[in-house]
């Protein structure tokens, strides 16, 4: 089961309830040497915290991976060789990065892939596999958006056709942290867009279902 340690959370129409209640949430994305999280390694972390009032803090890491880089990735990142060489590796970074998500709920598109990843690596250290709640804005954005799924183009839901799709900003594609607040944005923008699909909060508040876990 390819979700089987992944908290997903997939009640999406009461995503503005979680959201205007003052979660916080940790968009997440890496950056790594290959797709297999049992082969491949992390050469990069980003995250941004944010709430309903604004984003609160970002996290960004190069990580030196346990093998080179290969080259179409270099191109595809523009992460080289010399820039991880002085980096430290995954065992110092991933407590870091622990610490900073504390009990947030987490957010990445295509979440089985980052969190695969991240879990895979804290299994090498001995360490548990992420107990946080995670969202994967690439169903949610399906959800959202069945219109895109009709269209010509390639790979209409991946981050980059998403973002230009609903003119979110993209400064340095295929980097953690720049795709981690494109992430962030994407949820946001799906939060606003699905406003008649949601739960009403004003509702929920004096209902019964105010006190269930969302969860």
Excluded at 140 to 163: D, V
Excluded at 182 to 209: A, N, P
Aim: with cysteine; net charge neutral; hydrophobic share 40%.
């Amino acid at each position: 089961m390819p979700h089987a340690n992944i908290n997903l959370f997939r009640d999406y129409k009461r995503l503005a309830k979680l959201f205007y209640e003052g979660t916080v949430f940790v968009a997440v994305d890496t950056e790594t040497t290959g797709l297999s999280k049992n082969n491949n390694f992390l050469m990069e972390i980003g995250a941004v915290k944010f709430t309903v009032d604004g984003s609160l803090s970002l996290y960004d890491e190069l990580i030196k991976p346990r093998e080179p880089i290969p080259l179409p990735l270099v191109h595809l990142t523009g992460i080289t060789p010399q820039m991880v060489e002085n980096c430290p590796p995954e065992e110092k970074v991933l407590p870091s990065f622990l610490n900073y998500i504390g009990n947030a709920v987490l957010i990445a598109h295509n979440a089985p892939f980052d969190i695969g990843f991240l879990n895979t690596t804290l299994e090498r250290m001995s360490f548990s596999h992420l107990k946080n709640k995670v969202i994967d804005t690439l169903p949610l954005s399906r959800w959202a958006y069945p219109q895109f799924g009709q269209q010509k183009k390639e790979h209409p839901y991946s981050l980059q056709s998403l973002a230009q799709a609903l003119n979110i900003e993209v400064k340095a594609a295929h980097r953690a942290h720049d795709d981690a607040r494109v992430c962030m944005e994407l949820f946001k923008k799906i939060i606003e867009d699905t406003k008649s699909r949601q739960i009403d909060y004003s509702i929920l508040k004096t209902g019964s279902l105010f006190d269930q876990e969302l969860f």
